[in-house]
């Protein structure tokens, strides 16, 4: 009867639909994912079979099905398949691949070239804020994921994009509901849910994030420092349940844990990203409203994602306060730094520039760019992925054109403004990039070009 | 092409099984050995194909016949592991291999202490003809291999089940029955699967008992 869930060959769903099953997409607490022959759909398997089982899957797929979830990139729950098996099947984007995949090298594998192949710093930062940014959405919703894994988290397995999907929506609550599951992925699990304190909330959302950003970004569990990868797997238990002996690695204060694998973190966190992972596993691993919500995580990485330059030599990506590349040592090419600030238009005084920036960016030579809305409006969630401009660096000057809309280009001695829309018109880096009409409040762009590190 | 910096990440934890295996002289017929030489050669094979992040399957193998108890493969990655077919002969000395298995589960140089806890499993198709009941009693009350998950298999009539049933006690598993060289294949199938589904589950220390009809289920 308890064939193994690795074995099924085809299952049956409530319609009497049939389903060959390939491959093995994850295992985790609850059961497997199994791939259906043929993509686009997967199915969900639990181990526990049990009628009481069956009847909160069945109510729990009932609430899921309302919800308003057509406009996320998470994997909608179909149907639910026919006893003796407990699952469903689900939707699958074809060409995706577990997160796990970039936080975990081969064994034997060079580290620093299968970082880079994985996209490197860039492309992880762009991943997870786009799963930050997919969490601080469903937390919007009233709604708590629960479960948030390497497992469950689905990434484009071509390296040139950044998709991102969360599969197991059975794992979806209300934020406040009663019946709210404790379960978690071990490695994960906030420790509360660990020591069985509690229920899933958006604040353990909140600690599984911090994880798999930090994990992702430095391939090292923030928990597991060398004492406890080198010891017996009960301390690894220990550390993960936040027991006070194991302070998390980088605790500026408490260095009774600390790690000497994984990638450097003035690498890899800016930082901001170094201060959230702090909030996070410092005093948010003990008190959980500390820890910073996933909306923070979100423009944080962004804004990290956005500080990077692609190497000449490795093609690795690496922040731009570097002179040298940390994966190669390729001096850092010529770039041209954008700056973002707030233009506000007033009926008694010129129009001026505000305060500091709220945003800026890194625009590689001759390597053409594009702005999305989330730098030139201050749009967030997928209103900001709109792509408004294209700007290209020729490093004696800029080429831009709009893709969406117009902008504004004024001299620095207020010479007549010049409009440019969807054909290429050159700027001089010291003329000022307006993304509104000048006589309302919008955002502008300013450039200050940096040549090449000395050798 | 540059050259990259190196960096270290940490390793999985090494996941071991450890099998004992009888090869006295009984185990030549009816084609016993060459079905578990074909058994374990399959499940080493399954397990290289493993690619876990967070455990590494390891193998050792310890034979008891006529050269008394040996350590015919020493605990290595699945991966790595060089094969050699086992010849049958000679008596069943099994006391002597729990020993040998006793020493192997508590030498931390071999089997280190970040290692989750191990997998025992046993197959024969006989009666000890040593003294084996000190010995298995020291194997199962010293500190890790009390721990571990047991799993055994008695081949035909001839075996001593209540030896068998004093091994897997209390270690989750029940005694295996087979009565053909056919059954070692399933058995080892079985152990593979148990294995491999503990080495990619989520905390792999964790030792589940798997329920008597298993193993007619995977025909």
């Known amino acids: 009867m308890d064939e193994l869930l690795e074995d099924l060959k085809e299952v049956v769903d409530a319609r009497g639909a049939r389903y060959r099953l390939g491959g093995l997409l994850g295992t985790g607490g609850q059961g497997a994912v199994r791939e259906v022959a043929g993509g686009r759909l997967a199915v969900k398997l639990f181990a526990d079979r049990s009628a009481t089982r069956r009847e909160q899957l069945r109510r729990q797929l009932l609430q899921v099905k309302l919800l308003p979830l057509s406009t996320l990139p998470v994997a909608r729950p179909l149907e639910m398949l026919q006893p003796p098996v407990l699952g469903y099947v689900m939707e699958l984007i074809t060409g995706m691949v577990p997160l796990q995949r970039l936080m975990t090298p081969p064994s034997g594998a060079h580290v620093a070239e299968w970082y880079l192949q994985g996209g490197g710093l860039r492309r992880r930062l762009q991943l997870l804020a786009r799963l930050a940014e997919l969490l601080a959405r469903l937390h919007g919703m009233g709604l708590v994921y629960a479960d948030p894994s390497p497992r469950n988290t689905f990434v484009s397995e071509d390296v040139r994009h950044t998709e991102l999907w969360l599969i197991d929506a059975d794992n979806l609550h209300a934020a406040s509901s009663p019946g709210a599951p404790a379960f978690y992925t071990p490695g994960y699990g906030a420790p509360e849910l660990v020591r069985g304190h509690g229920a899933v909330n958006t604040l353990t959302d909140a600690h599984a994030l911090a994880v798999l950003v930090f994990q992702t970004l430095s391939l090292l569990h923030p928990l597991l420092g060398d004492a406890v990868e080198e010891g017996e797997p009960e301390l690894q238990e220990r550390a993960l349940a936040g027991d006070e002996a194991f302070p998390w690695v980088d605790h500026p204060e408490d260095r009774r844990n600390p790690a000497s694998r994984g990638l450097p973190r003035e690498l890899v966190l800016t930082t901001l990203l170094r201060q959230l992972s702090h909030e996070a596993l410092g005093p948010g691993l003990g008190t959980p409203s500390s820890r910073p919500s996933a909306a923070r995580w979100a423009e944080a990485l962004h804004d990290a994602a956005a500080l990077t330059l692609e190497c000449t030599g490795c093609t690795g990506g690496f922040y731009l306060n570097r002179e040298r590349c940390p994966f190669c040592d390729t001096p850092r090419a010529a770039f041209v730094l954008m700056k973002f600030r707030r233009w506000e238009p007033s009926r008694s005084q010129a129009p001026k520039l505000m305060g500091p920036h709220v945003a800026v960016c890194t625009l590689p030579q001759a390597k053409p760019q594009v702005l999305t809305a989330r730098l030139t409006e201050g749009d967030t969630g997928s209103a900001g992925q709109r792509p408004r401009v294209e700007l290209t660096s020729d490093g004696k000057r800029l080429s831009v054109r709009c893709l969406e809309g117009s902008c504004i280009v004024t001299a620095p001695d207020g010479g007549q403004p010049v409009e440019i829309g969807d054909r290429r018109r050159a700027m001089p880096f010291d003329w000022l990039l307006h993304f509104g009409p000048l006589d309302s409040p919008h955002r502008t762009a300013q450039f200050e070009p940096f040549p090449e590190a000395r050798p | 092409m540059v050259s990259l910096k190196e960096f270290t990440v940490s390793s999985p934890r090494p996941l071991p099984v450890i099998?004992?295996?009888?090869?006295?002289?009984?185990?030549?017929?009816?084609?016993?050995?060459?079905?578990?030489?074909?058994?374990?050669?399959?499940?080493?094979?399954?397990?290289?194909?493993?690619e876990d992040v967070?455990?590494?399957?390891?193998?050792?193998?310890?034979?008891?016949?006529?050269?008394?108890?040996?350590?015919?493969?020493?605990?290595?990655?699945?991966?790595?592991?060089?094969?050699?077919?086992?010849?049958?002969?000679?008596?069943?000395?099994?006391g002597a291999a729990f020993e040998q298995a006793r020493e192997l589960v508590e030498d931390r140089t071999r089997l280190p202490g970040r290692a989750y806890r191990p997998t025992l499993v046993l197959v024969s198709d006989g009666i000890p003809t040593d003294e084996w009941k000190p010995a298995l009693e020291r194997l199962l009350t010293s500190e890790r291999a009390s721990k571990a998950e047991r799993m055994a298999l008695a081949i035909g009539a001839e075996a001593e089940n209540e030896v068998l049933q004093a091994f897997v006690a209390g270690g989750g598993q029940r005694v295996f029955r087979g009565d053909e060289a056919r059954e070692i294949r399933k058995f080892f199938r079985f152990v593979t699967q148990t294995v491999t589904r503990r080495s990619r589950a989520a905390n792999p220390n964790v030792v589940t008992p798997a329920t008597p009809t298993d193993l007619d289920s995977l025909v």
């Open chain 2, 54 to 94: 967070q455990a590494q399957i390891h193998v050792a193998i310890i034979t008891f016949g006529r050269d008394g108890a040996r350590l015919h493969l020493p605990l290595t990655p699945a991966a790595q592991a060089q094969w050699q077919d086992m010849p049958a002969d000679g008596r069943t000395p099994m």
């Open chain 2, 19 to 50: 099998v004992l295996a009888d090869i006295s002289g009984s185990m030549a017929e009816g084609g016993k050995i060459q079905a578990l030489n074909a058994a374990v050669k399959d499940m080493l094979a399954s397990f290289s194909d493993e």
